[in-house]
């Protein structure tokens, strides 16, 4: 099918290494994850870029992953929203959402969510409402929830800073 | 920041209830770990992929179509146009009852709107179904595109909205504005504007001989499953639709559309299961949107500024082929007391997708209108903005004369203005700066929206280990349903809800009604509670009649249900546990049920409405024009409040979109070909995080004890009403300004000479 050519590649996907045959170049990594993966936590709410809704972690940096090429991607390490959990621990980011109902319909939310973890990593947050703010404005909410989204990374922000420093100490 | 903990009003509370209570979202887990499945998140074996190739004219025919082409690219394995679409058993040129509209589904080869589906393309994969509807290449015979007020068609309706009159007077219009000693009059202009849900319509859907089962995000279960049964020709107990969570709605997703109707024919054409997501381009056409729209008020005023007559008129565009008008007019019926009122309404027809309802119908841009021609009349009397809405404040429903079952508006002023800080505003313009010398203007809105109840059925069991199964087909489309519904249940059963199960979100249940006009808590939520009463009932005929328990000789009255035990209602200590009640019987469960709808006689003697007031503070850039809101503060009074964290959310989505509605959203069309400039996220505005300010929402308590038996009012929709024109206003208050078109623009400002 496709264009009768194969080409494979290897993702380590939420930890998990996968050797994928992929039989047509046009799949972006946001399709390979939903279609072929059914990995489908990350979601597509315009598929140009323009949302954030499929937001996914590629080698620690957060990209849209409607925008890429799933065969431009061979050996990446690759982190969605079914990977931030550790069994049924969430992740603090997830519970903050949660304590601070950081969404309503949830369709945004795994794009808000890996925005948030790839922003707190990248140690961009800060404690500024204002900034994150600005940093979360690539993720689109309908709903609204954005006032809940940016309490729920500040307090996230501060909750894994106390444990990197609980950590290092 | 703490929530609001609104006491919930003792007639409707069971001791130790979880009801009033700012519990967290039930779904919460599944929602942020990417567990909660969505319509395009289902893969049934053996599944296609369909896209819709669409119209990129306005108006005029197909005269061809490449279908060879896209036949012949690998993995395409059918393309249905006019030529090949199998029949359906409802013609989709009438309307569907009760409420649906005509569908566009390759009926024949005529193109009425852009986006409009002209073909659809079915693949083994998403790739090759969407380089399949590229390779159409569509040849048009193009007609011109009617896209404005000069070349659109105008006509008076037959109704607007769903099924409301076009026209509603109460006194004599003219007489009033005789009467009275100043008269503002002014034209608004508002938008078309499209939903947007984060979710694009979606649908899998899979054929077993001639029942179906369709994944979709869905606001309206029973419904869909009626009116798909007429299409397909099959009864209504053979579709089945899951929708267990929806990605937003707004109201796009209550009303059946032609791509979906497709989707599920080429199912069953090609015997095997089917996906469709539309782009997000295509969401501009076959789903709705809200309608432009061309108001003019005429405010008459006495001497002591009270209203002598408002009349608002309200042009709507609709498409050339049905009709839904957005009733904005009719903003002006409930709100301010005038012994004249008149709403008329006349239609438009453009070459565009029939518009629909979109959160808040008619109100949304009715009051807009409505709100800042208040402000211009209270300017004109020289009058505080809040002053005159209180001198103008309705104690009876205007246009009937009816008592309001409740209303708590003029608590909704006072708390919100002591919080916003509203007792300082200078009356006149332009007399506030910032420390850097923004601009800063503060001004208000009053909200408000109906509290329509629909029919709805639900089903409640008591297990044996005295948990409790709730089943209602409801809809969770981000308002939080699941959450507020099991509060319910679990109050009208005296359990805990982490005791109850709520089953819901499937048109196999018991149809819970509808998830829209904010009406869904009130409906589902009152089947939920006297289901939940039912089985309670039953349980205690069962102890009271046995010999053998604590209850017995107690009667039905005489009990009282609590964490999960009946007790007499006389004697606490003498109860015992549902659990007990039930083994000593000999029985695995006891199941009760309800089927409600609104008491008419209740209806007609009151009306119904929730009600709130917006206060907002602009800062604007006195160079450039740019416009930031700095805060909102929103008060507002909706009954019962059966979780306030919840509802606060849903209070900041509705003023969000509010600030969306008076700053950011149009949808643009090119004039000359009818086609959407802007059918995208990033040129349609849609509030990013950094555009929303500081927002608070003020939950007032109000006791209704007549909207219905549980007391709870709508709050989905009222957030937009009032915060459009308290925005607009502010802007006016800080720039001089009068923009009477929305959204308010940089360039409305910058070309205006007050602004200079
Ligand atoms: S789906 Fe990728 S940014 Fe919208
Ligand atoms: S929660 Fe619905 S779009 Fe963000």
Redesign the interface.
């Known amino acids: 099918?496709?264009?009768?050519m194969s080409l494979s590649i290897s993702l380590t996907i939420n930890g998990l290494k996968r050797e994928i045959a992929l039989d047509?170049p046009?799949?972006t990594l946001l399709?390979l994850l939903?279609?072929r993966l059914?990995?489908?936590?990350?979601?597509?709410?315009?598929?140009?870029g323009?949302?954030g809704?499929c937001t996914v972690l590629v080698d620690g940096r957060r990209i849209n992953s409607c925008l890429a090429l799933a065969a431009s991607l061979d050996g990446a390490e690759i982190t969605?929203?079914?990977g931030?959990?550790d069994g049924e621990d969430?992740h603090p980011v997830?519970?903050a959402?949660?304590?601070h109902?950081g969404?309503?319909?949830?369709?945004?939310?795994?794009g808000q969510?890996m925005s948030a973890v790839g922003l707190i990593s990248e140690g961009n947050a800060g404690d500024d409402p204002e900034r994150?703010?600005?940093l979360?404005?690539?993720?689109?909410?309908?709903?609204?929830?954005?006032?809940?989204?940016?309490?729920a990374v500040l307090e996230a922000q501060k909750d894994l800073a106390e444990r990197n420093r609980r950590d290092a100490a | 920041?703490p929530l609001e903990t609104t006491s919930p009003l003792p007639q409707h509370r069971r001791h130790g209830s979880s009801a009033g209570q700012p519990l967290?979202?039930r779904?919460?887990?599944?929602?942020?770990?990417?567990?909660?499945?969505?319509a395009?998140?289902n893969?049934p074996d053996g599944i296609l992929?369909a896209v819709t190739a669409v119209s990129s004219i306005a108006r005029g025919r197909v005269t061809a179509l490449d279908v060879e082409a896209a036949k012949a690219h690998?993995?395409v394995v059918e393309v249905l146009t006019p030529a090949n679409r199998p029949p359906l058993a409802h013609d989709p040129d009438e309307k569907m009852p009760p409420f649906g509209f005509r569908v566009e589904v390759l009926q024949d080869d005529t193109v009425r709107y852009v986006n409009q589906p002209i073909a659809i393309v079915i693949a083994?994969?998403?790739?090759?179904a969407t380089?399949g509807a590229a390779l159409l290449n569509p040849v048009y015979e193009v007609e011109p595109a009617r896209t404005d007020l000069e070349s659109g068609k105008r006509f008076d309706p037959e109704g607007i909205g769903i099924g409301a009159p076009a026209r509603t007077a109460h006194g004599d219009i003219e007489a009033g504005l005789a009467a009275a000693v100043r008269v503002t009059e002014a034209d608004y202009v508002t938008p078309p504007q499209y939903h947007?849900?984060?979710?694009?319509h979606a649908v899998v859907a899979q054929w077993d001989g001639d029942r179906v089962t369709i994944d979709m995000p869905n606001q309206t279960l029973a419904l869909s499953c009626a009116s798909y049964a007429a299409y397909f020709g099959i009864p209504a107990e053979n579709v089945l639709i899951r929708s267990p969570?929806?990605?937003?709605?707004?109201g796009s997703k209550a009303i059946l559309n032609g791509p979906q109707i497709l989707a599920i024919l080429a199912a069953r054409m090609l015997n095997r299961p089917v996906k469709l997501?539309l782009?997000?381009a295509q969401m501009y056409g076959p789903v709705g949107h809200r309608g432009r729209t061309w108001q003019k008020l005429r405010l008459g005023v006495d001497e002591e500024g009270r209203l002598t007559a408002l009349h608002h008129q309200a042009l709507c565009t609709t498409s050339s082929f049905d009709e839904f008008l957005e009733p904005a007019a009719n903003a002006s019926l409930p709100l301010y007391a005038s012994p004249a009122i008149l709403a008329e309404h006349e239609g438009l027809r453009l070459d565009v997708g029939t518009p629909g309802p979109m959160r808040a119908p008619g109100l949304a841009s009715g009051s807009a209108a409505l709100e800042v021609a208040m402000d211009e009349a209270a300017e004109a009397c020289g009058m505080d903005p809040l002053d005159f809405r209180l001198a103008n404040y309705a104690e009876t429903e205007p246009v009937t004369g009816k008592p309001f079952s409740s209303k708590a508006l003029r608590e909704c002023y006072a708390e919100g203005a002591k919080r916003f800080g509203w007792s300082g505003r200078p009356l006149a313009p332009r007399t506030m700066r910032d420390e850097n010398g923004f601009l800063i203007g503060w001004g208000m809105g009053t909200a408000v929206f109906h509290c329509p109840h629909f029919p709805a059925e639900a089903r409640a069991t008591l297990r044996a280990d005295g948990t409790a199964l709730m089943e209602t087909a409801g809809a969770?489309?981000?308002?939080?349903a699941w959450t507020a519904l099991a509060q319910i249940a679990a109050e009208a059963l005296g359990l805990d809800p982490d005791q109850v199960e709520l089953h819901s979100g499937i048109s196999s249940l018991p149809d819970g009604g509808i998830a829209g006009g904010s009406g869904h808590t009130a409906s589902a939520g009152l089947a939920l509670h006297n289901a939940g009463e039912d089985a309670i009932a039953r349980l205690a005929e069962l102890a009271t009649n046995d010999p053998a328990s604590p209850l017995f000789g107690a009667g039905n009255i005489g009990v009282v249900a609590r964490s999960g035990r009946l007790h007499r209602r006389d004697d606490e200590s003498r109860g015992e546990s549902y659990a007990e009640i039930l083994a000593r019987a000999g029985r695995s469960d006891v199941v009760g049920t309800a089927k409600t709808a609104r008491d008419p006689a209740v209806a007609s003697a009151h009306a119904m409405y929730s009600h709130g007031a917006v206060f907002a503070e602009v800062k604007v850039d006195p160079d450039l024009g740019q416009i930031r809101v700095a805060r909102l503060v929103g008060a507002f009074a909706a009954g019962r409040i059966i979780n306030p964290?919840?509802v606060?959310?849903?209070y900041?989505?509705?003023?969000?979109?509010g600030a969306s509605f008076a700053l950011h959203e149009e949808a643009i069309a090119d004039r000359r070909t009818g086609r959407i400039m802007n059918a995208?996220?990033?040129e349609y505005h849609?509030?990013?995080?950094?555009?929303?300010p500081s927002?608070d929402a003020i939950l007032i308590p109000e006791d209704d004890p007549h909207v219905n038996p549980i007391g709870v009012k709508g709050v989905g929709e009222i957030g937009i009403t009032g915060t459009v024109g308290a925005i607009a206003n502010a802007v006016w208050h800080a720039t001089g300004v009068r923009v009477r078109r929305f959204p308010v623009r940089v360039e409305d400002l910058l070309i205006s000479r007050e602004f200079a």
């Open positions: 099918m496709g264009y009768h047509d046009r799949v399709d939903r279609e059914h990995l489908t936590g990350t979601k597509k709410g315009c598929d140009r323009q949302c809704a969605t929203i079914e931030l959990a969430l997830q519970a959402f949660i304590a109902d969404f309503q319909c949830g369709y945004c939310t795994p969510i994150i703010r600005e979360m404005s690539g993720n689109i909410c309908r709903c609204g929830a954005y006032q809940g989204i940016t309490e | 920041m967290t979202r779904d919460g887990v599944l929602k942020v770990t990417g567990r909660a499945t969505y395009a998140d893969h992929y690998p993995g083994e994969t998403l790739e090759a380089e947007n849900a984060m979710e694009p969570f929806l990605g937003g709605g707004f997501a782009t997000r969770d489309m981000g308002q939080g964290r919840l606060r959310s849903q900041f989505g509705g003023m969000i979109w995208d996220l990033a849609v509030p990013v995080n950094a555009d929303v927002l």
